[in-house]
């Protein structure tokens, strides 16, 4: 007998493995296929879909492996923190990615764009699973702040959420977040219970209470799943019925489990790794084959070999390709239209123009110093003149403030980040309106000096008078 499928295993070593299941000496066998060690950290989730597989571990990264080609496709960078889950959604244009960072990132394949990303999907807690409807529109994640949330994945925000902190059955770590595959239901674990949650009423329609803690389930039809508990068996549940059935499948507790048509594949902590026949009707399991595979599994998808074809040929190494650099999630591009300018020398004119009229008014004083013994009348021009000036001040430090208050009104309407520019137009034109006021200035002042001061007989002083 032989399944075409490989099993895609990671392990707490930082190895993803592969297996196929092969005829050896007229029985079938669990043989290896590949061993790869890309992850610098034990590997806590794999997700396969199609021909890609994706691996997440406690080293913040992301492979994606092209197994048509048996060969890295990507590496992601979209983590600060242990990606705790992953999972493709059913139409194979994304995939969804949840860390310890308290991030939750969509991912788009081939070109490996950020589509979307939750910073604070959870309010800044840990993202520990994420699991999507099979329609695509929905999904569900689960974090450290005990709180349910489901998303809309067509509008990329959450449509409700659900507090879980008050059912004291699931504990403070609940598990297994799984979608039924018509999506009617979807499960969560906790300590020693499994509860079964129906779409259209929001809330539990059966929980079931277990010997054991449950590690891992899978659905094997719409309405009946199975369950992997700590002591090695695995419980045989159905939604609508109170019925339920334990079968011995290991010796130590069962880690993962996944399955495969009419095949289930699971893995035991103590490394052993059996694959079953799923006889549904007399609520059965038929071992096919086992191995031991020397590590601790700790996560295991399925791929499908058939998709291939015939002439697919199995590598027993999967290659790093040269050309594949890590990606970073790249920034939002800014909006269009929207430049926010800094002068450089905005400072030194105003210095210049702080200066100049420091200048006019020490030449002022000297000249009163000068001339204080002229009469009224060059009093009475000189104050004319001085009012021209300050009218024509007044009016360009109008003008300045409604530019600079224009300035202000754009900076507020749009707080973007400032983009540092060279010289305007319309500073080159405040520039050329100081200098030609600087010439006017120094005009007036040469126009003053070259004047001829008018000479007026001296006054006798009263001592000359006393002496007469």
Same mark, same amino acid.
């Given at each position: 007998?032989?399944?075409?499928?490989?099993?895609?295993?990671?392990?707490?070593? $930082?190895?993803?493995?592969?297996?196929?299941?092969?005829?050896?000496?007229?029985?079938?066998?669990?043989?290896?296929?590949?061993?790869?060690?890309?992850? =610098?950290?034990?590997?806590?989730?794999?997700?396969?879909?199609?021909?890609?597989?994706?691996?997440?571990?406690?080293?913040?990264?992301?492979?994606?492996?092209?197994?048509?080609? @048996?060969?890295?496709?990507?590496?992601?960078?979209?983590?600060?923190?242990?990606?705790?889950?992953?999972?493709?959604?059913?139409?194979?244009? %994304?995939?969804?990615?949840?860390?310890?960072?308290?991030?939750?990132?969509?991912?788009?394949?081939?070109?490996?764009?950020?589509?979307?990303?939750?910073?604070?999907? %959870?309010?800044?807690?840990?993202?520990? %699973?994420?699991?999507?409807?099979?329609?695509?529109?929905?999904?569900?994640?689960?974090?450290?702040?005990?709180?349910?949330?489901?998303?809309?994945?067509?509008?990329?925000?959450? /449509?409700?959420?659900?507090?879980?902190?008050?059912?004291?059955?699931?504990?403070?770590?609940?598990?297994?977040?799984?979608?039924?595959?018509?999506?009617?239901?979807?499960?969560?674990?906790? *300590? @020693?219970?499994?509860?079964? &949650?129906?779409?259209?009423?929001?809330?539990?329609?059966?929980?079931?209470?277990?010997?054991?803690?449950?590690?891992?389930?899978?659905?094997?039809?719409?309405?009946?799943?199975?369950?992997?508990?700590?002591?090695?068996?695995?419980? &045989?549940?159905?939604?609508?019925?109170?019925?339920?059935? #334990?079968?011995?499948?290991?010796?130590?507790?069962?880690?993962?489990?996944?399955?495969?048509?009419?095949?289930?594949?699971? /893995?035991?902590?103590?490394?052993?790794?059996?694959?079953?026949?799923?006889? +549904?009707?007399?609520?059965?399991?038929?071992?096919?084959?086992?191995?031991?595979?020397?590590?601790?599994?700790?996560?295991?998808?399925?791929?499908?070999?058939?998709?291939?074809?015939?002439?697919?040929?199995?590598?027993?190494?999967?290659?790093? /390709?040269?050309?594949?650099?890590?990606?970073?999630? +790249? /920034?939002?591009?800014?909006?269009?239209?929207?430049?926010?300018?800094?002068?450089?020398?905005?400072?030194?004119?105003?210095?210049?123009?702080?200066? #100049?009229?420091?200048?006019?008014?020490?030449?002022?004083?000297?000249?009163?110093?000068?001339?204080?013994?002229?009469?009224?009348? =060059?009093?009475?021009?000189?104050?004319?003149?001085?009012?021209?000036?300050?009218?024509?001040?007044?009016?360009?430090?109008?003008?300045? =403030?409604? #530019?600079?208050?224009?300035?202000?009104? $754009?900076?507020?309407?749009?707080?973007?980040?400032?983009?540092?520019?060279?010289?305007?137009?319309? %500073?080159?034109?405040?520039?050329?309106?100081?200098? $030609?006021?600087?010439?006017?200035?120094?005009?007036?002042?040469?126009?003053? +000096?070259?004047?001829? +001061?008018?000479?007026?007989?001296? *006054?006798? =002083?009263?001592?000359?008078?006393?002496?007469?």
């Amino acid at each position: 007998m032989s399944v075409n499928m490989e099993i895609i295993i990671g392990t707490y070593e $930082e190895f993803l493995l592969g297996y196929k299941i092969d005829i050896k000496d007229n029985k079938p066998a669990i043989i290896q296929t590949f061993a790869d060690k890309s992850h =610098s950290g034990s590997i806590r989730c794999v997700a396969v879909k199609d021909q890609w597989v994706a691996s997440g571990a406690t080293d913040d990264r992301i492979f994606i492996y092209d197994m048509s080609t @048996r060969k890295q496709a990507q590496i992601l960078l979209s983590h600060d923190g242990t990606v705790n889950s992953l999972a493709f959604t059913p139409d194979g244009t %994304h995939l969804l990615s949840a860390a310890d960072d308290g991030r939750m990132v969509a991912t788009r394949l081939k070109t490996w764009f950020n589509d979307a990303t939750w910073k604070k999907a %959870h309010s800044g807690s840990n993202v520990t %699973h994420v699991s999507c409807h099979p329609s695509g529109k929905l999904a569900l994640s689960l974090g450290s702040d005990l709180v349910l949330r489901t998303w809309n994945l067509v509008k990329g925000r959450v /449509a409700y959420k659900t507090n879980l902190k008050s059912r004291n059955t699931l504990g403070f770590q609940p598990d297994c977040l799984t979608w039924s595959p018509n999506g009617d239901y979807f499960t969560l674990t906790g *300590q @020693r219970v499994v509860e079964f &949650w129906s779409i259209k009423t929001a809330d539990v329609v059966r929980s079931q209470k277990t010997k054991s803690k449950p590690i891992c389930l899978v659905w094997i039809a719409d309405d009946v799943c199975l369950v992997g508990l700590e002591d090695g068996k695995i419980l &045989w549940l159905t939604v609508d019925s109170e019925d339920e059935k #334990e079968i011995v499948a290991h010796n130590s507790r069962v880690k993962a489990m996944h399955s495969f048509k009419d095949n289930l594949v699971t /893995a035991s902590s103590s490394g052993e790794i059996k694959v079953w026949q799923i006889i +549904k009707n007399k609520q059965k399991l038929k071992e096919i084959a086992s191995t031991n595979i020397g590590c601790r599994p700790t996560c295991l998808g399925v791929l499908d070999l058939e998709q291939f074809g015939t002439n697919y040929i199995i590598s027993s190494t999967i290659e790093e /390709a040269k050309d594949v650099k890590p990606i970073k999630p +790249k /920034a939002m591009p800014v909006p269009r239209g929207i430049v926010t300018i800094e002068y450089d020398n905005e400072d030194d004119s105003k210095l210049d123009s702080d200066g #100049e009229e420091d200048e006019d008014e020490d030449d002022n004083e000297d000249e009163d110093d000068d001339d204080t013994e002229n009469d009224a009348d =060059s009093v009475a021009e000189e104050d004319s003149d001085d009012a021209e000036e300050e009218n024509d001040k007044g009016v360009e430090e109008n003008e300045t =403030s409604e #530019e600079s208050s224009d300035d202000c009104d $754009e900076e507020e309407e749009n707080p973007e980040p400032s983009v540092r520019l060279p010289k305007s137009r319309k %500073h080159k034109m405040q520039i050329l309106k100081s200098q $030609e006021k600087g010439n006017k200035k120094q005009k007036l002042d040469n126009s003053k +000096k070259q004047q001829p +001061k008018p000479k007026f007989p001296q *006054q006798k =002083s009263n001592k000359q008078k006393l002496k007469k």
